[in-house]
């Protein structure tokens, strides 16, 4: 359990830093009480750490061998992609595209009022990180993590590692 715990928070919280939900967080947090932002962003980080564990001991099911074969595989496609990714952007640029990407999203779907409900800010926080978590590398390791550790530590280390990612985001809109 301590295993798939450490890993879980380890990888979220290193590599959850500076991604589209980052931004995505503190652009929402400008804008509406960081609180009602923290709770829609937790809950869909949550949310999306369960169903990757869930997809991960589905994949435990097959035999080990391709399962370390397909993790393997999976992180070594990830850390080519995240070398291409960073040899395209220019030193100047850094996260700025990142960051466009997200304001671009969240003026595309902010229609909510200066008084808009606090239910309506949880749910536009919640849509938003759940949409952008779909298909992030950060679920798909963790879905290879619980195919090869404890689920419950995976799940507890990830949903650590979201919260912490999810309250410096916070403070960064600060």
Known sequence: MLTGFTAGLLLITISELGDKTFFIAAILAMRHP???VFIGVTIALFLMTILSVLLGKTVSILPQHYVEIATVVLFLGFGFKLIYDA????PEVGLDEEQKEAEAEVDQ???LADNAS??????KALTLTFVAEWGDRTQFATITLAANNDAIGVILGA???HAICARSRLCVAN
């Open 34 to 36: 960081r609180r009602w």
């Open 87 to 90: 040899s395209r952007i220019s």
């Open 109 to 111: 779907k902010d229609h």
């Open 118 to 123: 606090i239910l309506s800010i949880i749910l």
């Open 159 to 161: 949903i650590l590692g």
